[in-house]
Structure formats: C-alpha cells, structure tokens
C-alpha cells in the first residue's frame, strides 16, 4: 500500500489541484479503454486465421478508425484547455506574496504589509528536531490565510529556480530579469511542502518550500507581529 501512495498525487489542498487529479482520471479512463480494445483486437487477429475478402479494401472502416481517434482526441482537448485557462487566471487577489530565487534558497515579500520580508532556508540534518522532515524544513516558513485568494509573483537573482508546491497545484519559473505570476486559493489549514524544480546548480535539492494555511485571524495576527518586530 505504501508503494502505490508514491505512485499517485499529493492530496489536494486548493480547488485547482482538485482539477488535475480529476483531469488525470480522465485522461486515465480513456487511455484504459484504448489499450483495452487494442489488446482486444490484436488477440483475435493472432489467435485466428480467418480472412474477408471484402475488408481488404473498405472505406467505411477507414472512415472510422480515422474519425474515432479524432472524437478522442476532442474529448481529451477540450477539458485540457478549459484547465489551462483555470491556471493562469488571476481572479482579484486579496494577498501577493513575492518570491525570489536564490541559490540556494528563497526571499519573501508581502507586498500588502510593509516590512514582512524574510529568507527561508533549509534546516541542516544536524540541527533538526524529531517531528521535522528532512530536507523539506526550512526555518522560515511562508504564512498565508486559508480560503482567500493568494497572488504570487516569482522571479529570480541568479539562475532560473522553479517554486513548486504539488499539493496545491503550483509550479512557475522563477527567471532573471522576469516577473512571472501564479495563483491559488487554499481551501484547507496544515503544512504543504515544495521544492525548487529546476536544476538550478549544485545545492538544487537544498532549497524547499513550506506552505503554512492558517485562518484569516492567525494570519493577521502573525503579520501584526511581525511588523511590530
């Protein structure tokens, strides 16, 4: 059972997320009944040796092995292209958050509070506590308020990271030079984990993210703090 947990995706955690897996699943079905009537096929062609004369040459059924696959193909494109919109649309953030890549670690910015910017940087093995995961704490994790819809600017100041956070269906580049923009709205509080998805150099696997979803009040109670300190 463990094993086939690594096998699949991260449980959802924002509205988006809940979209690729349900796309997944699509996009699953159709390939199993694909290679379910191939098989199919295939085993009644080897395993006998019958022959129509008028099957040679048939343009009905030419007809139709050709526009069946493109009435698939139909059925997997659209719901792709209506998910590819849901992606990049921005729909009035009530909260941006900047995030720079560094080698090897990552800056944040509330841009909406003056003040709250921080470096977040990987817990070393040798200064961990027992209820942390290796490799994916850092010492600075990123707040943010549950069910509120969360803008995040990404860019970087050396070589191109990729901030990625699986459970809530993100992943951008962050490039020298470039702004690039995502979003996403988190529709339950608990901790996500991401790391950098591009290989940004020799410490790539160094430099994790740490999601904490917390509730509007506890959110603006730690930002109140923060700005005091």
Known sequence: MAT???LSFQDSASPLMEQLIFFHDHIMIVLILIITFVSYMMFNLMSNSFINRYMLENQPIEIIWTSIP???LIFIALPSLRLLYLLDEVNNPSLTLKTIGHQWYWS???S???????????IPSNEMETSMFRLLDVDNRTILPMNTQIRVLISAAD??????????GVKADAIPGRLNQTSFLMNQPGLFYGQCS??????HSFMPIVIESTS???FLNWATLSINN
């Open 112 to 122: 909406d509070f003056m003040g709250i910017e921080f470096d977040s940087y990987m």
């Open 108 to 110: 944040y910015e509330y």
């Open 216 to 218: 509007v009040d506890s």
């Open 159 to 168: 070589v191109i990271h990729s901030w990625t956070v699986p459970s809530l």
């Open 4 to 6: 086939w947990a690594y």
């Open 70 to 72: 493109a009435i698939i």
């Open 198 to 203: 591009e290989i940004c150099g020799a410490n």
